[in-house]
């Protein structure tokens, strides 16, 4: 029975994380997968978006934005630009919304963590404005 839950989990987590980042960032991530990263990979999909990104009680958009703020708290700017972008172009966020989590996230994380997450924002903003793909890169 563990090993049908397990499989469950990694089909419902690929699910939103496809329906979250997007078709195309999670295509390139399964793309670059190797003997290294691959369980590690599996690990993540599973737990973070197939246990814990489907749990009933929070929506994704509100998940999203706990996510965001974490990920400012964290100094996880990878992560933060990867969750604006495609925040952004599937709609779960607005520039607005992103000005209010960083606002908010200033007021708990302190002024160098805001500051450095509305710097973040907007190179995610010219990155998209340029046509560049969800991971930052332009495609070839």
Known sequence: MAQDSHKDSYEDGMKVRRRVLGDAWVDRSLANRNDF???????????VWG?????PA?????????TLSIMIALRAWAE???HVRSGLATGDLTKDELKEIIMQATAYCGAPAGNHATHEAEEAFKEMAQGKRDDGTKPR
Do not use: C, P, V, Y
């Open 51 to 55: 246990d814990i990104w489907t749990r």
């Open 58 to 66: 929070i929506d994704l958009k509100t998940r999203r934005f706990m």
């Open 37 to 47: 990263n691959a369980e590690i990979g599996r690990q993540i999909t599973s737990h």
């Open 80 to 82: 933060f630009r990867l």
